[in-house]
């Protein structure tokens, strides 16, 4: 083992000599000493070859090393030559000296004509790679003992899956002699059922009295249903929690599930880092295993709650785990959930209240001190049969408590008729400041009507879009006819166009104001067959980008950064068909080099229009850009 301070003593080798011949900057020197506590270490000392200063000393015992820098007194474990620009010169002494002393240490590679610095890094190389193959054996020697502490699936986990997760079915038969015969996918039972009854449709099973959809055993092969169910376990006092991928298909009418776990979390009270959490991956062609991520698992899944009881005892936080999820048949975030109940008083509350949801998902900062559902929550208590109803998310809590108006239980189930998949509700907030969830609900109900193949998000940007645009070109928004159109993709598209224009306009005056500073000194060029075009105007940046299928008219910053003059675009064109857009070239005028230089859909031009490229730029001085630039900015 090296200790720093005594080996920092150690005096610095003779400084070598070498021939001025030597090309290197570096030279090296190395000599073995005997210390009290290190015990043998070998030193190898690095020097400038211009001052004959030491630039950096490296220690090893043969099993650990050092490199400590003079200068900074500082100290690493980094390769010493990453880059391969320090070679250091190296008589055949000082290299036998190296490879006798390291002969016994972890394998490297070393030839007769290595350098100092090569031989250690090749030994410092093979050195990383022994500590990095243990860590890798140690951490799955972890995981294995992880994974092996997982018990097998409880006995009835099959039974809760049918009852409480999968669809249930009534399999009926073809008319068979005056009659159809059916089973019930739950229960078992057979019976027949009215000549009338349709494919898909619902009804209740005579036997078990479960509401089930009717469905053709012709068809039956083709339902494959995949859920997610989260299990709970107590290990020798250690709380384990896998996600299992449920799978249920139906052969002759009978159903066949299986389970795959895809991930694990274990609360350890034997070790220091007390969680770990890990995913089941799959790479091809190598089949799935085991990975340690760093965060607790948070997707959510059917809660089996047979076992509450056993694995968290008669409370948890003041709940009772078995009574409160036993009556839950909805997926639940059971980590974050369980997270909430530990570091948020509130959460017991929500629990109690039958809020799972909104539970897992909640934070400290969206709550408010209180201890009823309107003073936590900031709401009327009158909505919490909705809240139980529909167990309300935090995204949809946020909307509901935004909103002006009442959000009734009708209303909000159109809400969830629409699908909204946005990754915050301030949009819909935002909307809502201005609109009542009554109308909010309508009207995009409407406007999926008109594009059902549309996503909700891009429907609603669309109005957002229409909205700002209105109130940019000072439109008058009150009237009812102008704030909801009947087509909202017809007016968002009519009101771009003006929008476009007037927009267009204001920036041309900024472009005629700009042009005389930022041209200033550029001077026509052409060459061979091309020349170069300058743009005049926005509508020079839209027709380029239009003719040649690109981005540079669509993407504002190239039109921003060209009259900033950091940033410029030029045309290249055909000589003989000037006004016909050809290739678009971007030059970075601070760093005086060629950024994009594109023909039509993106594509690389020829070596000639390259070759005339360079020779523009070439014709550009750095010091003229430097000035255009500091005096059109």
């Not at 935090?394 to 108006?405: R, Y």
């Not at 230089?597 to 014709?619: C, I, M, R, S, T």
Request: net charge positive.
């Amino acid at each position: 083992m090296l200790y720093k301070n005594e080996i920092k003593q150690i005096l610095p080798c003779d400084v070598p000599k070498f021939s001025e011949k030597e090309g290197l900057r570096h030279l090296s020197a190395a000599k073995i000493e005997d210390l009290e506590k290190s015990g043998k270490v070998l030193v190898v000392d690095f020097y400038y070859k211009t001052n004959m200063q030491v630039n950096c000393r490296f220690f090893t015992d043969g099993k650990s090393y050092q490199i400590y820098y003079p200068i900074e007194d500082s100290w690493n474990t980094r390769l010493l030559n990453r880059y391969g620009d320090a070679r250091a010169a190296t008589s055949p002494d000082t290299r036998k000296l190296i490879n006798e002393f390291l002969k016994d240490s972890p394998k490297y590679y070393c030839s007769e004509y290595c350098k100092a610095d090569q031989i250690i890094d090749s030994f410092i190389s093979a050195s990383m790679g022994k500590k990095r193959d243990k860590a890798v054996a140690r951490k799955q020697e972890r995981i294995d003992r992880h994974m092996e502490m997982f018990p097998d699936y409880p006995d009835d986990l099959k039974g809760f899956c049918r009852q409480r997760v999968f669809m249930k079915y009534i399999f009926f038969s073809s008319i068979v002699k005056n009659k159809r015969n059916a089973v019930c996918s739950l229960c078992g039972e057979e019976f027949t059922v009215e000549k009338a009854v349709k494919h898909k449709t619902f009804g209740n099973c005579p036997k078990c009295g479960t509401r089930a959809q009717y469905y053709s055993d012709w068809l039956t092969s083709s339902i494959k249903e995949k859920e997610s169910i989260c299990i709970a376990h107590k290990v020798e006092g250690n709380l384990i929690i896998r996600g299992t991928n449920a799978t249920v298909e139906y052969i002759k009418n009978e159903a066949a599930l299986r389970f795959e776990d895809q991930w694990r979390t274990l609360y350890l009270s034997d070790e220091k880092a007390k969680i770990y959490s890990y995913n089941n991956n799959f790479v091809y062609p190598y089949g799935a295993y085991w990975h340690e991520t760093k965060w607790s698992n948070r997707n959510s899944g059917y809660l089996y709650p047979n076992n509450l009881k056993e694995v968290f005892g008669e409370k948890y936080y003041n709940i009772d785990m078995q009574k409160e999820f036993s009556k839950i048949e909805q997926p639940v975030k059971f980590i974050p959930l369980l997270d909430n109940l530990k570091n948020i008083p509130q959460t017991e509350y929500l629990v109690k209240l039958g809020l799972n949801r909104l539970a897992s998902e909640i934070e400290a900062t969206n709550l408010q001190e209180g201890s009823d559902f309107a003073s936590i929550l900031g709401i009327s208590k009158q909505y919490l049969p909705l809240y139980r109803h529909y167990n309300v998310s935090l995204f949809e809590h946020e909307i509901i408590k935004t909103s002006k108006t009442w959000v009734s239980i009708e209303d909000f189930a159109k809400y969830r008729e629409l699908k909204i998949e946005l990754h915050s509700p301030d949009l819909i907030c935002k909307l809502l400041e201005d609109m009542s969830f009554t109308k909010f609900v309508n009207y995009f109900t409407k406007m999926r009507g008109l594009y059902p193949k549309e996503e909700m998000r891009q429907i609603i940007n669309w109005y957002k879009d229409y909205i700002e645009m209105n109130k940019e070109l000072k439109v008058d928004i009150k009237r009812k006819a102008v704030r909801y159109p009947n087509d909202i993709k017809d007016a968002h598209d009519r009101i771009l166009i003006r929008f476009s224009e007037v927009k267009n306009v204001t920036e041309n005056e900024k472009f005629k104001i700009a042009i005389k500073n930022l041209y200033a000194g550029l001077r026509e060029y052409s060459k061979g067959d091309y020349a170069i075009v300058l743009p005049t105007c926005k509508e020079d940046f839209i027709r380029e980008g239009q003719s040649l299928s690109h981005c540079v008219g669509a993407i504002s910053s190239y039109f921003n950064n060209h009259m900033e003059g950091s940033k410029m675009i030029f045309f290249i064109r055909k000589k003989d068909d000037i006004d016909t857009p050809f290739v678009t070239m971007e030059i970075d005028m601070r760093r005086h080099a060629i950024l994009q230089l594109y023909g039509f859909g993106d594509k690389a031009p020829a070596a000639e229009v390259k070759n005339f490229a360079k020779g523009f730029l070439n014709k550009l001085s750095k010091r003229e850009t430097t000035k255009e630039m500091e005096s059109a900015m």
